[in-house]
């Protein structure tokens, strides 16, 4: 087997056993990354250097006796997460050369678990996108089946874990940008609560639903991942102050008497056969490992599409202000200040950053506020209240991630309602703060991957990562970790 | 302005004023740098934060949270349950995240008055309609054809008092604006420094007819920037009132502007039209929670409150029978009241003694003060080598006929350059008072016998050379004369 196909808990068991160092591990990763990222294109920066320096302080600390969580562990980082010294651009040319003076709270604290950064991810610009299409430098590839998008916006991270260029990697999802990619490249997208991970030096896209994710081979790493990645930060003042429980500790393997429910809204027309039918196997499987099922209903699910649209780009808008060509990244160096503000952002933003500059532009105008962005507020309070209701009588939602599996290159990316609409599952426990995951249930007849999500309550990761282990440890689709590598060697291969 | 003089009664002046004032913390309003900006190198005050870099986040500066209270506190406003902190969308160099976070739609504290006192005695309420708290920006400097930007004043706190359309005559203007600087500095919340453009005032100034009065309606309003001092304030609104009046006079309309002062010319001149005009597309600021504000907080800082000028000016009137003029004088500076009331301890309290303090004071003492240092700034007193129990030892003296008014002046000069205890000067400079009726009998014999002339003269009548004779008394004893004494004992002489 080779080390690039192991867990992250393997890893770390490996390393503690002698078997192989960092050191080992690091370089067969990017011996990995060498053979296939010429047609995967998960990175967009790969910092093999900085990651083998980082591995061998990993040895010297694991051999000084050091029991850091992480050390070791070589895994991606999506490129919207600022790090220090290490050219960070969202994906967008405007910040093409931007070297931050400073790293991310949810980079720092896995840096001081002992991670190795592998490098940067590829991404959608600025977040804004559900396939990677949306980058300005390239189009990351499905692993499974390189005519095919990876999902987005975390494309890069979720294809990088699926072809075994990372053992795990960070993503961030403001309206499914974990869960989607993860459930179309097979792997799992971990999205926690909004506040349970600091935000600190995530380049902002929509700040109210922005959180940073895992994506991993297994729930087990999402569980160690998370419980790095969590916690309290005093520079991020909508972070949580709760504590942080051992999310492993949660992994019992035990969903008896668990009450699942299972919303009629997101069993729709539009939604492919092979994806219905594989997410409604899934939750007989948890009725048979014990689990009650229950109908529920989350009756403004129909209005998750417009309401996000609108807060999302609003924020955007202003969060996007601050690239004006003076103090960092690109500037078109026109002579004249508007000039270079028009070229600046003219020439550095894409289409689908510029047409949601636009919409969150218009929601917040004068004379539209009360009927776009207001309205959209207060339609988010009932989603909320929609969620806390049924969360009132069943301690985890299942449904799927995505109506469809990945759908092909270029397929979607002239229309960009139809892509706004792939989302409409993953959109509503952003706006609503819940926390959500998406783990393998099948594939479909093409051979493509499919999500189920489970989702929780505010800060119920414990039960959401205790429903999907308890799923993940009682079946098997060939969704193994060799499985997986094999899938992506065989495409990658051919 | 004649013709403006002529129907000026037809008109009633409409102002309200927006004063921002930095706050008074060791740290900006969103991040953890210093705000001692003043004299550093640009843009060495900065960090991810306020530099608008990709991906930070604010945190609410809990110390301009408690200022923004204490202050709507003082103002006897309303301390709002809940603030919101808000987007206020716009591009500008000096605005490095393209938004200023600032408080809109909820602000601190709301529904406020302050007292101003007019010309014969009676007090006037000045409405605040709010207190809110945001960020300042940055600064921009124009060099040739280049502008540069400095980011070191990014982020610092600011309050803003907006004042209601509760203001009309410059004079009135001026009166609210003192008071609330003095309030302010009362506080410890701003420095009161308009030249570092730590206080900035815009009035909002319009004029309407006695008819639209009655209508109530309004006039259009110019907003006036780039004021200096309140002296420029004063001279802006009585130059826009003017103009306003004379515009609409001449059946022109008043348009809604934005306007400059330009202080050489004493004129106003236009800066931007309505059609320019922002829509800063506000909304709340989704980094920040709402500022929730409990009574046990509100208590605990109203706790803090220092006695107010208002409360201290009618102490020095009623208690200690200080004249109300001096009062206003002495409370309108912390340090100078602070300075009186030390002296007033030492010195005591009996009747005529507070006041005559008040006369030490506002009289020789800022006489020395004004001399000093840079210029008109009474807070120097905090820094002068003489403590409040020193000026009380010295009116003591003067008190015990131990030296006579004039020296005591001269003493005066000695303690603020030196610092040395009065007693130790008139011991040292042989300053003590002659009472000693034959040294000035002496005195006054040979200054008779060399001046025979004017001796016949003023036996003839010419009464006026007493003050001659007089200051050649005091010039022979070295000014130790007790004047009094000297004054009997030549008259008794002179009428011999
Ligand atoms: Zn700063």
């Known amino acids: 087997m080779n080390l690039y196909e192991l867990t992250i808990q393997e890893a770390l068991d490996g390393m503690d056993r002698g078997d192989f160092t960092a050191v080992e591990l690091t370089a067969d990763l990017l011996g990995r990354i060498g053979a296939v990222e010429r047609e995967i294109q998960s990175f967009l920066t790969v910092t093999g250097e900085l990651a083998l320096a980082q591995a061998a302080r990993a040895d010297a600390r694991r051999r000084q006796g050091d029991a850091s969580p992480l050390l070791g562990i070589p895994l991606g980082i999506k490129d919207v997460l600022s790090t220090r010294d290490v050219e960070t651009t969202c994906g967008s040319k405007i910040l093409?050369?931007?070297?931050?003076?400073?790293?991310a709270t949810s980079v720092k604290k896995l840096e001081a678990a002992g991670m190795v950064m592998l490098g940067k991810t590829n991404t959608d610009e600025f977040a804004m996108g559900s396939s990677t299409e949306n980058s300005a430098y390239h189009t990351t590839r499905n692993p499974w089946n390189l005519e095919r998008v990876p999902g987005g916006s975390s494309g890069g991270s979720a294809a990088a874990v699926a072809a075994g260029e990372a053992l795990g990697a960070l993503g961030t999802d403001t309206g499914g940008s974990v869960r989607q990619p993860a459930s179309f490249c097979g792997v799992v997208g971990l999205k926690p609560s909004y506040g349970r991970v600091s935000r600190y030096g995530l380049v902002a896209y929509g700040s109210s639903l922005d959180q940073i994710g895992?994506?991993?081979?297994?729930?087990?790493?999402?569980?160690?991942?998370?419980?790095?990645?969590?916690g309290h930060d005093p520079r991020d003042s909508t972070s949580l102050p709760d504590a942080t429980p051992d999310y492993r500790t949660a992994l019992t393997g035990d969903v008896r008497g668990l009450r699942v429910g299972v919303p009629a809204e997101y069993f729709i027309d539009g939604i492919e056969p092979d994806v219905e039918q594989a997410v409604r196997e899934a939750i007989a499987?948890?009725?048979?490992?014990?689990?009650e099922i229950i109908p529920v209903s989350l009756p403004n699910t129909d209005k998750a599409v417009p309401v996000y649209y609108m807060i999302a780009t609003a924020e955007a808008g202003a969060n996007l202000a601050r690239f004006d060509g003076i103090r960092f990244g690109y500037s078109a160096g026109a002579d004249r200040l508007m000039d270079n503000y028009r070229q600046t952002r003219g020439e550095g933003f894409g289409p689908e950053v510029k047409r949601r500059i636009m919409l969150g532009t218009y929601v917040l105008s004068a004379g539209y506020y009360d009927a776009y962005y207001g309205k959209a507020q207060q339609v988010r309070t009932l989603m909320k209240q929609d969620f806390e209701d049924v969360f009132s009588r069943v301690d985890v939602i299942a449904c799927p991630v995505s109506p469809t599996t990945a759908f092909k290159i270029g397929e979607k990316s002239d229309d960009p309602m139809?892509?706004?609409?792939?989302?409409?599952?993953?959109?509503?426990l952003n706006l609503a703060g819940m926390c959500g995951i998406s783990v393998p249930c099948g594939l479909d007849a093409a051979g493509l991957p499919i999500g189920l999500q489970l989702i929780g309550p505010h800060l119920g990761e414990e039960v959401i990562l205790r429903t999907a282990h308890a799923y993940e440890q009682s079946t098997n689709f060939g969704l193994s970790v060799g499985?997986?590598?094999?899938?992506?060697?065989?495409?990658?291969?051919g | 302005m004649a013709t403006v003089d002529s129907v000026i009664d037809k008109y009633e002046l409409v102002v309200g004023m927006e004063v921002h004032a930095q706050v008074l913390t060791r740290s900006k309003m969103f991040c953890s740098c210093a705000t001692d900006y003043a004299g550093a190198p640009p843009n060495t005050r900065v960090c991810p934060v306020c530099l608008g870099l990709p991906g930070p986040l604010p945190v609410i500066n809990r110390q301009a949270v408690e200022a923004t209270i204490l202050t709507g506190l003082a103002l006897n406003a309303t301390v709002a349950e809940t603030a919101v902190f808000a987007r206020k969308n716009y591009t500008y160099p000096d605005l490095p995240k393209g938004y200023q976070i600032s408080q809109f739609e909820f602000p601190q504290c709301e529904h406020g008055w302050l007292e101003i006192e007019q010309d014969?005695?009676?007090?006037?309420?000045?409405?605040?309609?709010?207190?809110?708290?945001?960020?300042?920006?940055?600064?921009t400097v124009h060099e040739g054809s280049y502008s540069y930007v400095d980011l070191n004043r990014a982020g610092v706190p600011l309050m803003e008092i907006v004042s209601e359309a509760h203001i009309h005559s410059p004079e009135d203007a001026y009166r609210y604006l003192t008071k609330l600087r003095t309030i302010l500095r009362y506080l410890g919340v701003n420095s009161g420094d308009m030249e570092k453009g730590a206080l900035r005032c815009e009035p909002n100034i319009s004029v309407r007819t006695l008819e639209q009065k009655n209508r109530g309606e309004y006039g259009a309003k110019v907003e006036v920037k780039n004021l200096n001092s309140f002296r420029a304030v004063r001279s802006a609104i009585d130059y826009e009132m003017k103009r306003q009046i004379e515009t609409l006079e001449a059946g022109g309309t008043v348009e809604q502007v934005n306007m400059g002062w330009d202080e050489q010319n004493q004129r106003t001149v236009l800066q931007r039209s309505k059609e320019d005009s922002h829509d800063y597309r506000y909304f709340p600021e989704p980094d920040l929670p709402p500022v929730h504000v409990n009574q046990a907080w509100v208590e605990a800082l109203r706790e803090q409150l220092p006695e107010l000028p208002d409360a201290k000016q009618a102490r020095y009137v009623d208690d200690w029978q200080v004249r109300r003029t001096d009062a206003a004088i002495l409370i309108d500076e912390g340090l100078v009241a602070d300075f009186f009331e030390g002296a007033v301890a030492a010195y005591g309290m009996e009747e005529g003694k507070p006041q005559r303090l008040a006369n030490w004071l506002t009289g020789e003492f800022?006489?020395?003060l004004y001399a000093d240092g840079e210029g008109q700034d009474l807070r120097q007193i905090a820094e002068t080598r003489v403590a409040p129990a020193q000026v009380a030892a010295l009116l003591q003296l003067a008190d015990d006929k131990v030296i006579n008014q004039?020296?005591?002046?001269?003493?005066l000069e000695i303690m603020y350059a030196t610092g040395e205890d009065p007693a130790a000067i008139v011991e040292r400079e042989g300053l003590a008072m002659v009472s000693d009726t034959s040294v000035i009998d002496e005195a006054i014999d040979a200054i008779l016998a060399a001046n025979q002339d004017e001796l016949t003269r003023y036996r003839g009548g010419e009464e006026k050379l007493f003050g001659f004779f007089m200051g050649q008394v005091m010039r022979a004893t070295k000014g130790k004369a007790d004047p009094a004494a000297a004054r009997q004992r030549l008259q008794e002489r002179l009428d011999e």
């Not at chain 1, 139809?418 to 509503?428: I, K």
């Not at chain 2, 014969?120 to 000045?126: A, E, L, N």
């Not at chain 2, 004039?406 to 003493?411: E, I, Q, R, S």
């Open chain 1, 214 to 230: 895992t994506l991993t081979k297994d729930v087990r790493d999402a569980a160690l991942l998370l419980n790095v990645i969590a």
């Open chain 2, 366 to 368: 800022f006489r020395l």
């Open chain 1, 285 to 291: 499987q948890l009725a048979h490992l014990g689990a």
């Open chain 1, 483 to 493: 499985g997986l590598a094999a899938a992506s060697r065989r495409h990658v291969a």
């Open chain 2, 120 to 139: 014969d005695g009676s007090s006037r309420r000045i409405g605040i309609r709010r207190v809110h708290l945001e960020e300042d920006t940055g600064r």
């Open chain 1, 96 to 103: 093409k050369g931007y070297v931050p003076p400073y790293t």
């Open chain 2, 406 to 411: 004039n020296t005591a002046k001269k003493v």
């Open chain 1, 418 to 428: 139809a892509m706004y609409l792939a989302d409409v599952f993953t959109l509503s």
